[in-house]
């Protein structure tokens, strides 16, 4: 999946006369992340509310349609509450979308691609009485995670909002003895700054 994605985002770049009207940029966001749990066992969860940070860059490819590359820390992940225990299921990635972007209107774009996440850390913090325990959970959680990202956003000058849902496709859940299936779900709002 990750060669055919990158043929294609060169192909299309192979005969891009202006790359000097390539920019870049920064963003800073929120996320609203939560998993599916598929399988006899799953568990009803909650979502919980994660910070996203990183660059991108744009590369215009046509007219109407603009290569997105990003790297972004971006944090994931769920909660669960069982009888006054809350425990947050907390993973931080790096996250490398490639998105193609479409303009729709003057400032309007949408925009689409995969997006491969690697995992740099995974924990849980369980409260419970007044009291707090935290527990790394790095060999419970799968080191890649791939998903789809899908997007609508408004430029206006140097400024980029940005509003996108990534459906994770990858089951996280590293434990291979259950038939348990966990995949990432994650609405996200950004606002970011064309250099």
């Given amino acids: 999946m990750r060669v055919p994605v990158l043929v294609f985002f060169l192909t299309l770049a192979s005969d891009v006369p202006a ?3 390539m920019s870049y940029g920064a963003k800073v966001g929120v996320n609203y992340a939560d998993v599916s749990f598929d399988g006899e066992g799953a568990v009803p969860t ?13 590369i215009p490819l046509r007219g109407w349609l603009t290569a997105q590359p990003e790297v972004i820390y971006t944090v994931k992940g769920a909660s669960l ?4 225990i809350e425990t947050d299921f907390i993973v931080d990635y790096l996250e490398v979308p490639l998105l193609a972007r ?3 209107r003057r400032n309007l774009y949408a925009a689409v691609g995969p997006s491969m996440a ?18 790394d959970l790095k060999d419970d959680v799968e080191d890649f995670d791939l998903g789809v990202v899908g997007a609508f956003g408004m430029q206006m000058g140097r400024w ?4 996108r849902y990534t459906h994770g496709l990858s089951d996280i859940d590293a434990d291979t003895s259950d038939d348990v299936t966990v995949r990432n779900r994650v609405f996200s709002l950004s606002a970011g700054i064309r250099f």
């Fill in 118 to 135: 690697f995992r740099l850390r995974a924990r849980s913090r369980t409260s419970f009485g007044g009291s707090t325990e935290e527990l």
């Fill in 19 to 21: 790359v000097a009207q």
């Fill in 102 to 104: 479409i303009s729709i």
């Fill in 160 to 163: 980029v909002f940005d509003g």
């Fill in 46 to 58: 909650s979502g919980r509310v994660g910070l996203l940070a990183g660059g991108f860059v744009t």
């Fill in 81 to 84: 509450n069982v009888a006054d």
